[in-house]
């Protein structure tokens, strides 16, 4: 229709907020990069860790990030959070960054990882793991969670196939 807006693709990454794993730091740097030479809008959680580097990454590309803090005031962003949504949720807010992603990638992870991973699942978002940084992604990637869908969590080992999966989900 004539003058209709196209939707960006919204990817969600998620991963631990305080890991110090040089490499898969690098990975989410490198990951926001291709993501945003796509042009996909990336959205976190907002925080440091993977969520600060893949934002990182995406500022590097000239891309734009989304957070969606679980504080209340914006300054609980990291500093390359382009637009800031205070939920003053808590943890509660994991389900708005899996509900707004178009896709959801995995890195690493501990259990607000997992409860974003279990969110994506029952909505039925696909879900992309990423193996080799250990943490819930790595015990996920490949398997499926429960019954409730016919799919399976996609696994991946480097960027370039997150990348391809990414455009192959968004094919069909």
């Not at 860790?49 to 609980?76: F, L, N, Q, R």
């Not at 990414?166 to 069909?172: K, R, T, V």
């Amino acid at each position: 229709m004539e003058g209709e807006a196209t939707r960006r693709v919204i990817v969600t990454v998620i991963g631990d907020s305080d890991t110090q794993n040089k490499e898969e730091l690098e990975f989410a740097e490198t990951l926001g990069i291709k993501l945003a030479q796509k042009g996909f809008l990336v959205l976190t959680g907002g925080r440091g860790g993977v969520m600060e580097a893949v934002c990182h990454g995406v500022k590097k590309a000239g891309g734009i990030t989304i957070g969606i803090i679980p504080d209340e005031k914006a300054s609980g962003a990291n500093p390359y959070v382009d637009i800031v949504i205070p939920t003053g949720l808590g943890w509660l807010r994991n389900v708005i960054n899996v509900l707004a992603a178009s896709i959801v990638i995995a890195i690493g992870g501990k259990s607000g990882t997992l409860s974003e991973i279990a969110f994506a699942w029952m909505y039925g978002k696909p879900i992309i793991a990423v193996s080799g940084f250990s943490g819930w992604s790595e015990k996920l990637a490949g398997k499926r969670l429960d019954d409730r869908r016919e799919d399976i969590i996609y696994s991946a080992k480097s960027v370039d196939e997150v990348i391809r999966k990414i455009e192959e989900i968004l094919q069909e």
